[in-house]
């Protein structure tokens, strides 16, 4: 069993940036596509960015151009970097690892292992 562990999330001002990481434990990422998805209170649980094993990616248009998704430290983590960070940006992330090595799907059954999530808050 892959447990994902997410870091990085806490509060923030609009317009703030954020980064955010996903590791595990005793077991290597990268060789198959990944992607960050959130879910704010009351709302389904969305795909927002996602990242295959070559490196290509996809991106929620709520996020395009804001938010980039990068595989560190020899792909062994997997990291988003959140910037001009928004109020509707609030919710819980979660990273979770796919079932396929160059899928860059949001649909949540494409994905075996998720994270326990980190809590993302922007407010002024």
């Known amino acids: 069993q892959v447990q994902l562990v997410e870091s990085g999330g806490g509060s923030v001002e609009p317009g703030g940036s954020l980064r955010l990481s996903c590791g595990a434990s005793?077991?290597?990422?990268?060789?198959?596509?990944m992607a960050w998805f959130r879910q704010a209170p009351g709302k389904e649980r969305e795909g927002i960015a996602a990242?295959?094993?070559?490196?290509?990616?996809r991106y929620a248009e709520s996020v395009q151009g804001r938010f980039t998704i990068f595989w560190d430290n020899g792909k062994n983590t997997l990291g988003l970097q959140m910037n001009d960070l928004k109020p509707e940006d609030t919710a819980m992330y979660y990273c979770?690892?796919?079932?396929?090595?160059?899928?860059?799907?949001?649909?949540?059954?494409?994905?075996?292992?998720w994270g326990q999530g980190t809590q993302v808050t922007v407010s002024s």
């Open positions: 005793g077991y290597t990422l990268g060789n198959y596509a």
């Open positions: 990242i295959n094993r070559d490196g290509g990616d």
């Open positions: 979770a690892e796919g079932k396929s090595y160059y899928g860059t799907s949001f649909d949540r059954i494409a994905y075996n292992y």
